[in-house]
């Protein structure tokens, strides 16, 4: 669904691309399934990413768009 954001760069309507890692029982993971979501808008690209850098970890990373420019169409 289109869900409006706020980023340091501005507003943004994105959607969002969901993508699930479920380890198996061989590892010691302290989240199962791990989740991350990638937020897109149009005409910019990917704005926002929160993901698990690490399988041992329980905390997940967030980068959010900070600027950007976009070039003119000819």
Do not use: W
Request: aromatic share 12%; glycine share 2%; charged share 20%.
């Amino acid at each position: 669904k289109d869900l409006l954001i706020t980023m340091p760069a501005g507003d943004f309507i994105t959607c969002n691309y969901k993508t699930v890692y479920d380890f198996s029982f061989a590892y010691a993971v302290p989240v199962n399934p791990r989740i991350a979501n990638m937020r897109y808008a149009k005409d910019i690209g990917l704005v926002q990413e929160t993901m698990a850098i690490y399988a041992s970890m329980p905390t997940t990373t967030e980068r959010r768009l900070v600027r950007y420019h976009l070039v003119p169409k000819e």
